[in-house]
C-alpha cells in the first residue's frame, strides 16, 4: 500500500523553502567568504614575510649585521643551498610563554663565498584574529538581511495569493444543486484571472450537466416503472384465466419473476444515481433502535427466520435521509436473510456509533473484498441481483460511514460504524 504524501499549505511551503535556502546561501556564503578572505590574508602575509626577507638580504649585501630575534627571524649560514619555501609551523613563543601557529618564509643568499639561511615568521593566529569578526559579522548581516526578506516575503506571498484562496474558499462552497452563480473575486494577476474563468466555465458545464442526468433519472424512473407495471398486471390477467395449460402458466410465471426482477433492477439503479446525484439533501434524526425493531416485525410477517436484537448501548441518533436510512437497513435484512441458513436465528447487535448483522454460515466467503462491488454475486441466489450491498457501501460513503465484512464464529459478519 502506498503511504499517504506530507502535505503543506502553500504559503508555509513556499516560505520554509525559501527560509531553508537562505541558511544554506548563508553558509556558504560565508564559508566562501571565510576561505577567500583567508586566502587574501595569506597574501598579505606571504608578502609582508618576502618583504622583512628583502629588507634582510639588503642589509646582508651591505655588510651591516644583522641580528636574529627568534621566533620570529633567524639567520645562520651552511654550506648548502635551500629552496624558497612557505610553510606552517608551530614555535614556543617566549613572548607569549606558549606555542603558536608561525608562517615561515625560508630563503637562502650567497655572500662572500657563504650561505646564508634566512627564516622569516610572522604569527598565523593575528590573521585569524582579523578574519573571524569579519566573517562573523557579514554571516550576521546577511542573516539579519534574509530573515527581514523572508517576512517580507511572507506578507508578500499572502497578499499576491489571496486572490487564490478567495477563489478557493468560493469554490469549497459550491454546489451543485445551487441556482446561485459561482461568483470569483476579481485579481490582477492574469492566471488568476484565467483560472476564474475556467472554473466558472466547468463548474457551469457540470450544473448543466447535473440538471441533465437529474432530469434523466427522473424520466427514467417514471418511463420505465409504468410500462412494466402495466405488463406485470397483463401478465396476472392472463394467468388467472382458466383457458391456459400448465406449460403456459410455467412460462407466464416465469415471465413475472422477470419482470419483478427487472423492475426491482431499475430502481436500485435509480436508487444508486440519485445517491451519485445528491438527490436526498433532507435530514432528519433517525432512531436506529426503534427503526430496527419496525424492519424486524415487518421481515418477520414475510420469513419464519428468527431475528435477535441486542441493544448493548444506546445508539445515538443519525442524521439521515429517512429514505436512505431505510433502504441501508432493508438491504441489510434482506442480505442476511437471504443468504442465512433458515435454522439458525440472524443476530443484531446495536452498540453506541456501530451496527452489526450476522447470520450462520459455515465458512467465509470466496472473494470477501468484492463484496460490496456492483452486479458481484457471492452465490447464485436466484433472486440476487448483485446491488444490495453496493447501495450499502454507496449510502455508508454518501453519509461518511464505515461499511465492513468479517468471517466470526461460522456467521457472516456485515458492520456499520457510524
Not at 328 to 337: F, I, K, P, Y
Amino acid at each position: 500500500m502506498l503511504r499517504k504524501k506530507r502535505t503543506y499549505k502553500l504559503l508555509q511551503r513556499t516560505s520554509w523553502d525559501f527560509l531553508l535556502l537562505s541558511v544554506v546561501l548563508c553558509i556558504l556564503t560565508g564559508l566562501a567568504l571565510f576561505f577567500y578572505t583567508r586566502y587574501l590574508l595569506d597574501e598579505e602575509l606571504e608578502e609582508q614575510l618576502e618583504s622583512r626577507t628583502a629588507f634582510v638580504i639588503a642589509e646582508l649585501e651591505e655588510g651591516r649585521q644583522v641580528t636574529s630575534i627568534p621566533p620570529l627571524m633567524e639567520i645562520g649560514t651552511s654550506d648548502r643551498r635551500l629552496e624558497k619555501s612557505f610553510r606552517d609551523t608551530m614555535l614556543y613563543d617566549p613572548f607569549e610563554n606558549e606555542p603558536e601557529l608561525f608562517r615561515e618564509l625560508t630563503s637562502t643568499v650567497e655572500l662572500d663565498e657563504k650561505i646564508y639561511h634566512v627564516i622569516v615568521r610572522s604569527h598565523v593566529i593575528e590573521s585569524d584574529d582579523v578574519l573571524e569578526p569579519i566573517v562573523a559579522s557579514f554571516i550576521s548581516i546577511l542573516a539579519g538581511a534574509f530573515f527581514v526578506l523572508f517576512f517580507l516575503n511572507k506578507k508578500r506571498n499572502r497578499k499576491l495569493w489571496e486572490p487564490f484562496f478567495g477563489s478557493l474558499t468560493r469554490l469549497k462552497s459550491f454546489s451543485l444543486q445551487s441556482d446561485e452563480p459561482l461568483i470569483f473575486p476579481e485579481s490582477n494577476i492574469q492566471e488568476f484571472q484565467e483560472l476564474n474563468q475556467e472554473l466558472v466555465e466547468i463548474t457551469n458545464k457540470l450544473k448543466v450537466d447535473y440538471r441533465n442526468l437529474k432530469q434523466f433519472t427522473a424520466d427514467m424512473s417514471h418511463e420505465t416503472q409504468t410500462p412494466l407495471a402495466i405488463i406485470q398486471a397483463k401478465v396476472e390477467n392472463i394467468i388467472n384465466q382458466n383457458d391456459i395449460n400448465s406449460t403456459q402458466y410455467g412460462e407466464l410465471t416465469a415471465i413475472q419473476k422477470e419482470i419483478k426482477r427487472l423492475s426491482q433492477l431499475n430502481a436500485n439503479l435509480i436508487l444508486l444515481a440519485k445517491i451519485d446525484n445528491h438527490q436526498f439533501p433532507e435530514q432528519e434524526p433517525i432512531n436506529l433502535t426503534r427503526l430496527l425493531k419496525e424492519k424486524i416485525e415487518n421481515f418477520s410477517t414475510l420469513t419464519s427466520q428468527e431475528f435477535q436484537l441486542s441493544v448493548k448501548k444506546r445508539p445515538k441518533s443519525l442524521m439521515m435521509n429517512a429514505n436512505l436510512a431505510h433502504a441501508l437497513l432493508n438491504n441489510l435484512l434482506t442480505n442476511a436473510v437471504k443468504y442465512g441458513d433458515g435454522d439458525k436465528p440472524i443476530f443484531i447487535h446495536i452498540l453506541h456509533n456501530e451496527l452489526a448483522i450476522g447470520n450462520y454460515g459455515k465458512k467465509t466467503l470466496r472473494n470477501p473484498e468484492k463484496l460490496f462491488d456492483r452486479f458481484y454475486k457471492e452465490g447464485k441466489h436466484p433472486k440476487s441481483n448483485g446491488f444490495g450491498l453496493s447501495i450499502v457501501k454507496k449510502i455508508c460513503d454518501h453519509y461518511g460511514f464505515d461499511a465492513s465484512y468479517i468471517f466470526k464464529e461460522n456467521h457472516h459478519v456485515f458492520k456499520v460504524i457510524f
